[in-house]
């Protein structure tokens, strides 16, 4: 059964330097309130690895972790349609509001996509749609478990250009 399901609000501070961008939440994401909250996604784990955030943290201190290192998090889509949790069953997409994002967090230079859906729906439905700074952007390799082509170090590898960004 194809339901409409909705993301959820951006964490980021004022002075986020870099905003990382998945597609949508996930099943278990939406069902626990959480973003990656699917205890196989790599995504907790491999910022743990690059700011020292501990990885089994309670949640909030997971997000405060994140904001510290200058990091923000969002997802591209606002809403769309979708049965289950894999990015190739969305439909009816609905966009965030990045125009608003951006004057609200000038800081942001650098945007990290979370796989392919999430930069495919970006500039798809965003770029030249939205009034948006001069960014930098840059594809990487989806956290989520249903990517098993890599494994965790080569999905690590990739993610450290985040800390090559600058200051996290």
Known sequence: MTTRICSFAPVARPDARVLVLGSMPGKRSLEQGEYYAHPQNAFWKIMATLTGAPAVAPYPQRLESLQAAGIAL??????????????????????????????????????????????????????GRQDLPPLIYTRLPSTSPAHAGLDFAAKLAAWRVIMDSGPV
Do not use: P, T
Request: net charge negative; aromatic share 14%; proline share 0%.
């Open 74 to 127: 969002w997802d591209v889509l606002a809403s769309c349609e979708r049965h289950g949790s894999l990015d190739a069953d969305i439909s009816a997409e609905s966009v965030n509001d990045f125009s608003l994002f951006f004057c609200e967090h000038a800081g942001i230079a650098r945007v990290f996509f979370n796989g392919a859906k999430a930069a495919q729906s970006f500039h798809k439905f965003v770029l």
